[in-house]
Every structure is written in structure tokens, then in C-alpha cells.
């Protein structure tokens, strides 16, 4: 194939392997399909949308699309105990570094509407 007829396909295609391989997915440590498996307890609360916690009341915050080093960040803030919520330090407390990165890719790769 001519260059000339190859330029207008590889720039466009260029550009979007940049942004595929960018940021958060070329980041992440995580393992989302590991993930999966281990997020069965997140999915009681965060996977209902609109769901609000009984006492006190508030909306569960959604966790689908959220930035992966934000919930890698959050989950250990709740294992260390620099984070306050009794059922999140419990959850995390039985999370290994692993399977938090695991956790957060997989909720990285989607969005739910909640």
C-alpha cells in the first residue's frame, strides 16, 4: 500500500492505541477477571443501583468506571484503618494487596448505574 494511502489509517489508529494504553488500564497491577471472583461481597451494596446504606443513610457510592488508583487507595485507607466505615475496614480487612488491585481493575473496566 502506498504511504500516502497508509497516513490517513496509522494516524487515526495511532491515536487511539495512545489512548487505549494510556492512564489507567496501562497503570493498573489488577487483575479484572481475578477481580470479578473476589467483588461478590462489593456487588451486595455497590452493585445495586441506587442504593442507599440504613444507618446512617446515604447512597452507596458506585464503583463501576471509578479511577483505579482511587480504589486501590480507598481499599487500603479502610485495611489501615485511615478510613472510618465498619463494613468497608471489615471487607477490607480480608483483602491482600492483590486482590485489592484485582478488585479495582475490575471495577475500572465498567459502569454501573448506581
Do not use: W
Not at 106 to 114: G, M, P, Q, R, V
Amino acid at each position: 500500500m502506498p504511504v500516502h494511502v497508509m497516513k490517513p489509517v496509522l494516524i487515526p489508529l495511532m491515536l487511539f492505541a495512545g489512548l487505549v494504553f494510556s492512564g489507567d488500564l496501562a497503570a493498573q497491577d489488577g487483575d479484572p477477571i481475578a477481580g470479578k471472583l473476589k467483588s461478590s461481597t462489593c456487588l451486595g451494596c455497590h452493585g445495586i443501583p441506587g442504593y442507599n446504606n440504613v444507618y446512617p443513610t446515604y447512597k452507596v457510592p458506585k464503583l463501576g468506571g471509578q479511577n483505579y488508583e482511587y480504589l486501590v487507595s480507598a481499599l487500603t485507607a479502610y485495611r489501615d484503618g485511615q478510613r472510618n466505615h465498619g463494613t468497608m475496614e471489615l471487607q477490607a480487612s480480608s483483602l491482600s494487596d492483590q486482590d485489592m488491585k484485582d478488585v479495582a481493575a475490575y471495577f475500572a473496566t465498567f459502569a454501573l448505574d448506581n
